[in-house]
Nanobody, 116 residues
Framework: QVQLVESGGGLVQAGGSLRLSCAAA????????MGWYRQAPGKQRDLVAT???????NYADSVKGRFTISRDNAENTVYLQMNSLKPEDTAVYYC??????????WGRGTQVTVSS
């Protein structure tokens, strides 16, 4: 079983930056995909970005050009660099992990609040 631990959330003014980290531990298999989702109050949980083990990335249109996802396979860690933050980016950000044996692992989430 994989466990995920997120860090790096917080409060930032609009236009600012934050960097989220998520470390995976446990039964990690190669060819996995890690990523980030977010959920604002009263809304569904939506994709932010994902990154495959080989580096292929996928972004939500709303964050393209502002957010960058990356990973360190040696450390089993995924990062989300968030620049030019907007109030509408305010949400709980959840780290995800999936491989062929564990299709849907979630972290506990980290709060990101962007003030206007």
């Amino acid at each position: 079983q994989v466990q995920l631990v997120e860090s790096g959330g917080g409060l930032v003014q609009a236009g600012g930056s934050l960097r989220l980290s998520c470390a995976a531990a446990g039964s990690i298999f190669s060819k996995n995909t890690m990523g980030w989702y977010r959920q604002a109050p009263g809304k569904q949980r939506d994709l932010v970005a994902t990154i495959a083990y080989g580096g292929a990335t996928n972004y939500a249109d709303s964050v393209k050009g502002r957010f960058t996802i990356s990973r360190d396979n040696a450390e089993n860690t995924v990062y989300l660099q968030m620049n030019s933050l907007k109030p509408e980016d305010t949400a709980v950000y959840y780290c995800t992990y999936q491989d062929r044996y564990q299709p849907n692992v979630w972290g506990r989430g980290t709060q990101v609040t962007v003030s206007s």
